[in-house]
């Protein structure tokens, strides 16, 4: 089920980040506890694969996890992007696999940030970590302000 906000997400228990992208979802995961968060290696969906909503709900039951966090892009100036309406097309496909609260979250520049936390890594490295490092931003960004909802 996709909710409107943080207010009824879980409290407890594991959750997963995703950084949606057409070709490569970053995934980041928290431990039950929700102190420490772990990338996990990208979902690939080539040109016209449809899979990507499958993938997803085969490793959120493999995880275990309680909930969902999906990016969603915004512009400098607040606009959301054009692409949300794919990842919301995909979520919303997702939410008929699994039955578990999906929430999404503004994100803008966790590319970057992402990678300027990455140090200097080769090119190599970079391609393949650096969705999953923005995933783990973003699941980062959905804890702090579902612990600012409990305060």
């Not at 996709?2 to 407890?12: E, Q, T």
């Not at 995880?63 to 979520?91: C, M, Q, W, Y």
């Not at 939410?95 to 140090?119: H, K, R, W």
Request: charged share 30%; aromatic share 6%.
């Amino acid at each position: 089920m996709i909710l409107p906000d943080f207010k009824a997400f879980p409290r407890v228990g594991r959750i997963i980040g995703l950084d949606w992208g057409a070709r490569r979802t970053g995934v980041a995961v928290s431990d039950a506890s929700r102190e420490f968060i772990f990338t996990r290696d990208a979902i690939l969906t080539p040109r016209g694969d449809t899979s990507w909503a499958h993938q997803v709900a085969d490793l959120v039951r493999d995880e275990n996890v309680v909930g969902i966090i999906i990016g969603r892009p915004v512009h400098a100036d607040g606009k959301i992007s054009e692409t949300f309406d794919e990842i919301l097309r995909n979520a919303t496909q997702l939410a008929a696999y699994i039955d578990l609260p999906i929430c999404f979250i503004d994100e803008n520049l966790t590319s970057v940030a992402a990678q300027e936390q990455m140090g200097r890594v080769r090119r190599a490295d970079i391609k393949q970590r650096l969705d999953s490092e923005s995933a783990r931003i973003i699941l980062e960004n959905a804890i702090a302000m579902i612990n600012r909802i409990d305060d």
